[in-house]
């Protein structure tokens, strides 16, 4: 079999054959295949598209390529949950204990963020003391003895992904939906649930803005999870303007708590139980979404969920005190408002400049080395169709620097829009494709 031989397959319109792929991603894992030809490959499979067969072999191949975690210890159907990703995601820090308190065994592999928050591990270490540095017998020893546990992601999880990713991203072949699918999708096989819910982002502050691209996106890799034998669902959620209200580790830990207390913003609330209610579901804890959905409301109500955040916050070396106790998370020192310039409807955020504005005041990373500052970050004092009068907060900001507080001062404001007339709203939930 010869590289130049696929190559000029897929270029001329043919179907790859799975033994085709795994050679391929195989040889070009071990360095055995120079990047300049899997580069060809893939700018025709840019062009050429692949077939269902072909896009389930290739996520395969690359689930296959390194460590595929073993999660038989655990006891139940495990269910994992993955974002597509946008500003003020915190979702897997309410949701997860939420669905643990219900019975839902909670095993996830989550990662630092590169961009303008930090990831769920950056989030959580939030709490002086949490490691998510566990072994393997460990990280299934707390899912047994508590229902969650989130540990790193190891670096031989998926590694063609990593590199096949990396080459994507400076040839312009990124942009292809069964690549962008089987990226993500080779990572969750991997990890090793038996069920995966996604929670696919549209909107200025999604990685696909229009609505048509993310129900695409969703419906390709639902296909890929049942083909490859694993109950999959796929929620798209609106991301056109930041989720909740706070953007910013500490305090999306903070807001986060808050939910877990019945006092979360109704936006964020509706994505727990949409997701959650799926993921119950899934894991055969509910026969319904709405069965699945009392069972959760009654987790909040009854303070359990608050309880098994605690627990798994404890268990992994974290100062369980905050969970109870908020106000000692870290603290920004600045906390200036954003005046609204007018008076009128707030009818539009540019939902990925308010991303920028963390990243400024230190909320993320613009490189993998950089330090991010968990006390920083913004919180809206107004979402998209409120009335804000003039001189009226639209948001606080949270900063240890005078001069990058006044940056992100600046930048909110230009993304924000006053109109005299409120904006039509939309459906946060945009769909589910199961």
């Given at each position: 079999m010869r590289m130049y031989d696929i190559i000029m397959k897929k270029r001329n319109g043919g179907e790859l054959s799975r033994e085709e792929i795994d050679y391929f991603i195989k040889g070009y894992t071990k360095g055995e295949i120079p990047d300049y030809q899997v580069s060809a490959l893939m700018m025709a499979i840019y062009f050429r598209k692949m077939t269902e067969a072909e896009t389930l072999a290739l996520t395969m191949a690359m689930a296959h390529s390194?460590?595929?975690?073993?999660?038989?210890?655990?006891?139940?159907?495990?269910?994992?949950?993955?974002?597509?990703?946008?500003?003020?995601?915190?979702?897997?820090?309410?949701l997860t204990p939420m669905v643990a308190a219900c019975g839902i065994p909670v095993a996830k592999m989550s990662g630092r963020g590169l961009g303008h928050t930090g990831g769920t591990i950056d989030k959580l270490e939030s709490f002086p003391g949490f490691t998510t540095a566990l072994t393997t017998e460990q990280f299934i020893e707390n899912v047994n003895s508590i229902g969650i546990a989130i540990m790193g992601q190891t670096a031989d999880l998926a590694p063609a992904d990593k590199k096949l990713y990396a080459l994507r991203d400076v040839t312009a072949t990124v942009d292809n939906l069964s690549?962008?699918?089987?990226?993500?999708?080779?990572?969750?096989?991997?990890?090793?649930?038996?069920?995966?819910?996604?929670?696919?982002?549209?909107?200025?502050?999604?990685?696909?803005?229009q609505e048509c691209?993310?129900?695409?996106?969703?419906?390709?890799?639902?296909?890929?999870?049942?083909?490859?034998?694993?109950?999959t669902v796929a929620v798209i959620s609106d991301m056109d303007q930041p989720l909740g209200f706070a953007v910013g580790n500490a305090l999306e830990v903070k807001e986060a708590i808050e939910t877990l207390k019945g006092n979360g913003p109704k936006d964020f609330v509706e994505l727990c139980l949409t997701l959650g209610s799926q993921m119950?579901?899934?894991?055969?804890?509910?026969?319904?979404?709405?069965?699945?959905?009392?069972?959760?409301?009654?987790?909040?109500?009854?303070?359990?969920?608050?309880?098994?955040?605690?627990?798994?916050?404890?268990?992994?070396?974290?100062?369980?005190?905050?969970?109870?106790?908020?106000?000692?998370?870290?603290?920004?020192?600045?906390?200036c408002p954003v005046p609204a310039p007018s008076s009128g409807y707030l009818s539009h955020?540019?939902?990925?400049?308010?991303g920028i504005c963390s990243l400024i005041l230190g909320g993320g990373r613009e490189t993998k080395e950089s330090e991010i500052d968990l006390s920083v970050g913004l919180v809206l004092c107004k979402k998209v169709g409120d009335y804000v009068a003039a001189g009226e907060p639209l948001a606080k900001i949270y900063a240890n620097d005078e001069r990058k507080a006044a940056e992100a001062k600046k930048r909110y404001l230009a993304a924000c829009t006053i109109t005299d007339k409120a904006p039509e709203q939309s459906p946060f939930i945009k769909g589910i494709i199961c």
């Amino acid at each position: 079999m010869r590289m130049y031989d696929i190559i000029m397959k897929k270029r001329n319109g043919g179907e790859l054959s799975r033994e085709e792929i795994d050679y391929f991603i195989k040889g070009y894992t071990k360095g055995e295949i120079p990047d300049y030809q899997v580069s060809a490959l893939m700018m025709a499979i840019y062009f050429r598209k692949m077939t269902e067969a072909e896009t389930l072999a290739l996520t395969m191949a690359m689930a296959h390529s390194g460590d595929f975690l073993d999660l038989s210890g655990i006891h139940g159907v495990k269910v994992d949950k993955h974002s597509t990703g946008g500003v003020g995601d915190k979702t897997s820090l309410a949701l997860t204990p939420m669905v643990a308190a219900c019975g839902i065994p909670v095993a996830k592999m989550s990662g630092r963020g590169l961009g303008h928050t930090g990831g769920t591990i950056d989030k959580l270490e939030s709490f002086p003391g949490f490691t998510t540095a566990l072994t393997t017998e460990q990280f299934i020893e707390n899912v047994n003895s508590i229902g969650i546990a989130i540990m790193g992601q190891t670096a031989d999880l998926a590694p063609a992904d990593k590199k096949l990713y990396a080459l994507r991203d400076v040839t312009a072949t990124v942009d292809n939906l069964s690549l962008i699918a089987s990226s993500i999708m080779s990572k969750k096989l991997a990890a090793g649930a038996d069920a995966i819910v996604l929670d696919v982002k549209t909107g200025s502050g999604a990685f696909m803005k229009q609505e048509c691209d993310a129900r695409a996106l969703a419906e390709e890799m639902v296909k890929i999870g049942k083909n490859a034998g694993r109950k999959t669902v796929a929620v798209i959620s609106d991301m056109d303007q930041p989720l909740g209200f706070a953007v910013g580790n500490a305090l999306e830990v903070k807001e986060a708590i808050e939910t877990l207390k019945g006092n979360g913003p109704k936006d964020f609330v509706e994505l727990c139980l949409t997701l959650g209610s799926q993921m119950l579901v899934a894991g055969g804890k509910a026969k319904d979404s709405e069965e699945a959905k009392k069972a959760l409301d009654a987790v909040i109500a009854d303070g359990s969920a608050l309880k098994k955040l605690a627990e798994f916050v404890a268990a992994q070396g974290g100062d369980v005190d905050v969970v109870y106790h908020p106000e000692k998370l870290p603290r920004a020192t600045i906390i200036c408002p954003v005046p609204a310039p007018s008076s009128g409807y707030l009818s539009h955020i540019v939902c990925d400049e308010v991303g920028i504005c963390s990243l400024i005041l230190g909320g993320g990373r613009e490189t993998k080395e950089s330090e991010i500052d968990l006390s920083v970050g913004l919180v809206l004092c107004k979402k998209v169709g409120d009335y804000v009068a003039a001189g009226e907060p639209l948001a606080k900001i949270y900063a240890n620097d005078e001069r990058k507080a006044a940056e992100a001062k600046k930048r909110y404001l230009a993304a924000c829009t006053i109109t005299d007339k409120a904006p039509e709203q939309s459906p946060f939930i945009k769909g589910i494709i199961c």
